[in-house]
């Protein structure tokens, strides 16, 4: 008999904590598990839901848990999980306090394994209510997927969650769509009909993501076209900056693509300047696409990128880091070609989302067996 999973993630965005999310629905035994999406009302035609769907899976509207400071919509989230019957209702966490309504919903309604993936590494400072937050929600919480060693070690030393409810199962992509050749025209469209390099960034445009940084560094970095794609709140301050820089006809902003395989096949390097992250998806995606990578070292990101080997790892709000990186890579194809290919080799070896999948459901199941 199959058993039922809910999955509950609060955002509206399509970024990576809902790609991860997606991964897993894609990739989960139909045998053994029937995935549902619950989704607040307003979200119905999000790219997160309708991508659900696309992959078979129920989804099923439940009102906004928080509205004017207050949690009207608790007593109807329990009701719905309690119709439902889930044996698993698994939050995806997009920062340490989201979701954590329909935890306590969850819990309410006796769900028997209530999981929740931290997809965050939360860069201090932050308001004095998270950490007594944290422990009142945690006490919902069965067991706590951590996507990196870095988010568990800050998941049990700074906020106390006991290691034994703390589990490191890394993100990881279905990389063969990303082994795929280079579409000439969307390359020269990109580089302009020139040989200048591209270098790519894939990210949402938000202060996270450090492209402030970037577009200093950009001016330390000649003949090269700067590939900005992702929407965010900060799209009018970015463009002015780069105005301001005199970089703008340098810098490319594509907004929101679905064509994220045939960019990174189009690209040169892929650079993520974030100031802080849990195991960006991005990263192993231009890893998958056999591209050297420039980032952070933040959070996760080590644990996937490799300085020296297959890319290069440089200090958070460091543009003149970025830019020495960025034009040691540009200035040496041949070094450029191992690195990629040393990239690939790494996804492909240490990052597969059968592997993922499987843990996640073997977790799945260790905890059913607890509650018994």
Known sequence: MRKTVVYFADSTTLGGTEQALLHLLAGLDRERWEPMLFHVMEHATTPLVEEAQ????????????????????????????????????????????????????????????????????????????????????????????????????????????????VRVIHNTIPFARFDCQANQALKASLNRGTERPIVLTVARLDQQKGHTYLFEAISQVQDAIFVMAGNGPEKAALEAQTRKLGIDE?????????????????????????????????????????KPVVATAVGGTPEAV???????????????????????????????????????????????????????????????????
């Open 306 to 372: 490799l300085d020296g080997e297959t890319g290069f790892l440089v200090p958070p709000r460091n543009p003149p880091a970025v830019a020495k990186a960025i034009h040691k890579i540009l200035s040496n194809p041949s070094l450029a070609s191992k690195m990629g290919a040393a990239a690939k080799a790494r996804v492909q070896r240490e990052f597969s989302s059968a592997t993922m999948v499987q843990r996640i459901t073997q977790t799945y199941e260790e905890v059913l067996d607890r509650s018994k």
């Open 250 to 290: 340098r810098v490319i902003f594509l907004g929101y693509r679905n064509d994220i395989p045939d960019l990174l096949a189009s690209c040169d390097l892929f650079v993520l300047p974030s100031i802080y992250e849990g195991l960006p998806l991005t990263v192993l995606e231009a890893m998958a696409a056999g």
């Open 54 to 165: 696309r992959l078979n899976a129920k989804t099923k509207a439940v009102p906004r848990l928080q509205a004017l400071g207050t949690v009207a919509g608790l007593p109807e989230f329990v009701r719905q999980l309690r119709l439902e019957r889930p044996a698993v209702f698994h939050a995806h966490l997009n920062w340490l306090l989201s979701c954590k309504y329909g935890l306590l919903a969850a819990a309410l309604a006796r769900v028997p394994a209530v999981i929740a993936t931290d997809q965050q590494y939360m860069e201090p400072p932050w308001g004095r209510t998270v950490s007594p937050q944290q422990r009142l929600f945690e006490k919902c919480v069965d067991q706590y997927i951590a996507v990196s060693d870095a988010v568990a070690r800050q998941l049990c030393q700074t906020f106390h969650v006991p290691p034994h409810k």
